[in-house]
């Protein structure tokens, strides 16, 4: 993740503190004038203009930001500003008139209460729902509707202070952010994956508060005693594409309001993929992260899981994989089918096609000689299943054919499993290469504890093909052996689920996966 800190560009707004409205300049020398001319004794009139901002429509949290460069913003009509009188006290201004559609960086603010003569008055602003001059909350669950929006900012927990300069009824003021800003731009590099997932939120968790009611009467961020603070924030997003290889503020830029300080973050981003209605969390972390008063902080991130190949299918010991010349990544709909429950003919169904299984049937013990020799033999996948400590990991994510899934199962590493033999099963005597059975086991549910999982290896849930129609993937593994069944012809293979995992036969002409084991 990179993390540059890029300095928001500094609000600006005209307002204008009466006892009635009066109209405020605008980027028009006839208004300005005009409002000028309306001005009358009592009246304090604030000034203000955002300098080189383009004729975007844009409302005041939005900005035209580019990562490594500023971000131009602007006010939003709902906003309303606190204004110090001479005696000090502040006053709540109405809601900002916006007089300029194609250029909101000027708005009117008018108090109707208060006197303005003095120089160098206090302009304070506490977010688009604040009621206090001293208090801002920063919320804990925030929501972007559209990528690269800042208009969520103002309900938030964004703020700012200014001094607005002039005297007699005179005033211009910048404000100054005083808040800190996180700019999320999170990417895919799997093309077949990315147009498939959605990023549906991020939360970030931190070492200490960063979120939360804080007093605001010194014109910075501060706890308030007595009050509850919270450790993280979620931001909700509607779905935005992850359909993209570089970081693209337009295709996902997301936008958090946190409080001022030094992290250590862990952010969970969750993505969704609609088709195959899976969701999971992606989990990066950052260490030692500044977020200054008034600043965006990029952090990029890659969200790409672990993407299994889909070419491993085969009928038991076929020469060819089970979809060799119909692959899926040829984007043809009848071929490969990608999604449970889909059907194509191209499956192959006589011994003339390189496709098909081993048709040589021994009774007794017979070893695969061609696709399968990689795999395990009967007697190995015993000792998986039985010694090798099986977890179950329901939230484990990866992809296969250009969507997401999650589910496998995790087992101890052949050098971790004590009395591991080729030459006997998990009995110690018996070969199931000549004497067959089956074996089954339950297995624990959740990953292994994180200091020893090294000692294993992850095997998805990739399901199986039968008839050309794919069955239980992200539900059910099913591994060949290099094995057959000593008994009927049938070939030994690995299955498992959620709450079993057993060594078993079936026909040879099912496509199971065919891999090494660890």
């Known amino acids: 993740m990179s993390k540059s800190m890029k300095q928001l560009t500094q609000f600006a707004a005209c307002a204008i503190a009466a006892l009635s409205v009066v109209a405020c300049s605008s980027e028009d020398t006839a208004q300005q004038d005009n409002a000028k001319q309306n001005t009358t004794k009592g009246v304090a009139t604030f000034d203000g203009s955002q300098p080189g901002n383009g004729t975007r429509a844009l409302t005041r949290t939005t900005a035209t930001y580019t990562l490594g460069g500023d971000a131009k913003v602007f006010w939003s009509s709902a906003d309303k500003i606190f204004v110090q009188d001479d005696a000090n006290t502040f006053h709540q201004s109405g809601a900002a008139n916006l007089y300029n559609p194609s250029n909101k960086a000027k708005a009117t603010f008018s108090l109707a209460s208060g006197s303005f003569t003095l120089n160098n008055r206090e302009v304070r602003y506490t977010g688009e729902n604040g009621t206090d001059a001293n208090t801002v909350t920063i919320a804990s669950t925030q929501t972007q509707t559209t990528a690269n929006d800042f208009s969520h900012l103002g309900t938030s927990g964004d703020c700012g202070t200014?001094?607005?300069?002039?005297?007699?009824?005179?005033?211009?003021?910048?404000?100054?952010?005083?808040?800190?800003?996180?700019?999320?731009?999170?990417?895919?590099?799997?093309?077949?994956?990315?147009?498939?997932?959605?990023?549906?939120?991020?939360?970030?968790?931190?070492?200490?508060?960063?979120?939360?009611?804080?007093?605001?009467?010194?014109?910075?961020?501060?706890?308030?005693?007595?009050?509850?603070?919270?450790?993280?924030?979620?931001?909700?997003?509607?779905?935005?594409?992850?359909?993209?290889?570089?970081?693209?503020?337009?295709?996902?830029?997301?936008?958090?309001?946190?409080?001022?300080?030094?992290?250590?973050?862990?952010?969970?981003?969750?993505?969704?993929?609609?088709?195959t209605n899976v969701e999971g969390d992606i989990v990066k972390t950052i260490s030692g992260y500044n977020c200054q008063e008034g600043k965006i902080n990029d952090i990029t991130a890659n969200l790409t899981p672990t993407?299994?190949?889909?070419?491993?299918?085969?009928?038991?010991?076929?020469?060819?994989?089970?979809?060799?010349?119909?692959?899926?990544?040829?984007?043809?709909?009848?071929?490969?089918?990608?999604?449970?429950?889909?059907?194509?003919?191209?499956?192959?169904?006589?011994?003339?096609?390189?496709?098909?299984?081993?048709?040589?049937?021994?009774?007794?013990?017979?070893?695969?000689?061609?696709?399968?020799?990689?795999?395990?033999n009967v007697n190995e996948l015993t000792w998986y299943c039985m010694k090798g400590d099986p977890h179950w990991d329901a939230d484990q994510l990866w992809t296969a054919m250009g969507h997401l899934y999650k589910g496998g199962m995790w087992l101890k590493k052949h050098n971790n499993i004590a009395g591991f033999s080729?030459?006997?099963?998990?009995?110690?005597?018996?070969?199931?290469?000549?004497?067959?059975?089956?074996?089954?086991?339950?297995?624990?549910?959740?990953?292994?504890?994180?200091?020893?999982?090294?000692?294993?290896?992850?095997?998805?849930?990739?399901?199986?093909?039968?008839?050309?129609?794919?069955?239980?993937?992200?539900?059910?593994?099913?591994?060949?052996?290099?094995?057959?069944?000593?008994?009927?012809?049938?070939?030994?293979?690995?299955?498992?689920?959620?709450?079993?995992?057993?060594?078993?036969?079936?026909?040879?002409?099912?496509?199971?996966?065919?891999?090494?084991?660890?």
Request: glycine share 8%; net charge neutral.
């Open 162 to 275: 200014a001094t607005a300069t002039g005297s007699n009824g005179n005033y211009t003021f910048t404000l100054n952010h005083k808040a800190s800003y996180l700019c999320f731009v999170p990417r895919c590099m799997n093309t077949d994956l990315g147009p498939n997932i959605k990023l549906t939120k991020i939360k970030v968790t931190a070492n200490q508060p960063i979120a939360g009611k804080y007093d605001f009467s010194t014109g910075s961020l501060a706890q308030k005693a007595g009050e509850t603070y919270s450790n993280t924030v979620t931001l909700n997003t509607s779905d935005f594409s992850l359909n993209t290889t570089t970081s693209s503020l337009a295709t996902n830029g997301a936008y958090m309001v946190v409080a001022p300080g030094t992290y250590n973050f862990t952010i969970t981003y969750t993505i969704k993929d609609p088709t």
């Open 307 to 376: 993407n299994y190949d889909a070419n491993n299918y085969y009928m038991w010991d076929a020469q060819q994989p089970y979809w060799k010349g119909y692959e899926w990544y040829h984007k043809n709909a009848t071929w490969q089918p990608t999604i449970i429950g889909n059907t194509s003919n191209y499956y192959p169904q006589s011994g003339s096609d390189n496709r098909f299984y081993n048709v040589n049937i021994v009774y007794g013990r017979y070893d695969a000689v061609a696709s399968c020799v990689i795999a395990p």
């Open 422 to 518: 080729k030459e006997f099963s998990y009995d110690g005597s018996t070969d199931f290469r000549v004497n067959y059975a089956n074996c089954n086991n339950v297995p624990l549910q959740g990953n292994p504890v994180s200091s020893q999982i090294s000692q294993y290896f992850f095997l998805p849930a990739l399901g199986h093909y039968f008839n050309g129609k794919l069955y239980n993937i992200g539900g059910h593994g099913s591994y060949w052996t290099s094995s057959t069944k000593s008994t009927d012809g049938e070939a030994c293979y690995l299955g498992f689920s959620q709450y079993d995992i057993g060594v078993n036969s079936r026909p040879r002409d099912t496509g199971f996966i065919v891999q090494k084991f660890e």
